[in-house]
DNA sequence: CGCATTTCCTGGAGGC
DNA sequence: TGCCTCCAGGAAATGC
């Protein structure tokens, strides 16, 4: 049971109500699940506490009695347990959001909105995905926009393309069938293992009890401009797709 | 509609 | 050692 909040950072906190004393105290912690790429945690009361990492953001578990780490924007004391959660974010373009009932349909606004959750690519047939991705964009701009799709970030983004044998600047609706098909699966692959390994630590990523995921160790484009293509040797490159950096293997993903 | 650019923010890296 | 500039990126806003 929440018995008390502090908000260090108010900029943070968006949505109809903002996390304090009032609002949370009493309320406990019903369920805790993923959206895209936010983390819902569902209070009684039909109350839920929206979190998005953003970049750098954290969710941690900590000892009560612990000094906050630097950049910790907000923290939830529990009665009678030693312990708190606390969200940390450094370059703050994570946020939380507290909404009273369902947060796709919250009303009455303070400040950014919560970022659309759509069909997420772990959830969705095969068929459905070629239904969504049938537009006339670049693959990596769509893959990374959240309202057709959501939960893809660059990354796994740029992981999903290498695997699939596709240049990030193609058209989505000119992929084949048989590509379409194989980007589908790989997506998967690569969200699914991902996930199994706890995410990928390239700087600050941790999970509630601060400890670093794994998949980085897997990657074969992201963060690996100059090395070898771990299919054909040959460099990977880097280029700017969408206004994010891209990996690429510029023998693997060829355009067109 | 698509797409490039700018904005928010800070720590880390590189240059001198 | 210290100061400066640049860069990373999720997502929204802006302009074409």
Redesign the pocket.
């Known amino acids: 049971m929440i018995d008390s909040v502090y908000l260090v950072q108010p900029?943070i906190a968006h949505g109809p109500h903002v996390p304090c004393d009032d609002s949370l105290r009493g309320r406990r912690i019903e369920r805790i699940a993923r959206a895209?790429?936010?983390v819902r945690i569902s209070l009684s009361g039909g109350w839920t506490l929206v979190v998005?990492l953003?970049?750098?953001g954290r969710l941690i578990v900590t000892a009560a009695d612990e000094s906050p780490a630097?950049?910790t924007h907000l923290r939830i004391a529990f009665r009678g347990e030693p312990v708190e959660l606390r969200f940390c974010d450094?370059?703050?373009?994570?946020g939380v959001w507290l909404v009273d009932g369902n947060p796709d349909e919250a009303k009455g606004w303070i400040g950014?909105?919560?970022?659309?959750v759509a069909a997420d690519p772990l959830r969705i047939s095969l068929a459905q995905w070629r239904k969504l991705i049938a537009?006339?964009?670049?693959i990596k701009?769509?893959l990374?926009d959240?309202?057709p799709l959501?939960g893809v970030?660059?990354?796994y983004c740029d992981e999903a393309l290498h695997r699939a044998g596709i240049h990030p600047?193609t058209?989505a609706a000119d992929l084949s069938p048989a590509a379409s098909r194989k980007l589908y699966h790989a997506l998967r692959r690569v969200l699914t293992e991902a996930i199994a390994l706890g995410g990928s630590s390239v700087?600050d990523y941790r999970n509630a009890q601060g400890a670093p995921g794994q998949f980085q160790t897997r990657h074969r484009v992201?963060g690996r401009e100059g090395q070898p293509c771990r299919r054909c040797r040959t460099p990977i490159i880097?280029l700017?797709?969408?206004?994010?950096?891209t990996h690429i293997c510029p023998k693997c993903q060829r355009l067109r």
Request: a positive charge; glycine letters at 14%; zero cysteines.
């Open positions: 900029r895209g790429k936010q998005h953003g970049m750098t630097k950049h450094p370059r703050r373009f994570g950014r909105r919560i970022p659309p537009r006339p964009r670049q701009a769509l990374l959240q309202n959501s970030g660059n990354i600047l058209r700087s992201y880097r700017v797709v969408a206004g994010r950096g």
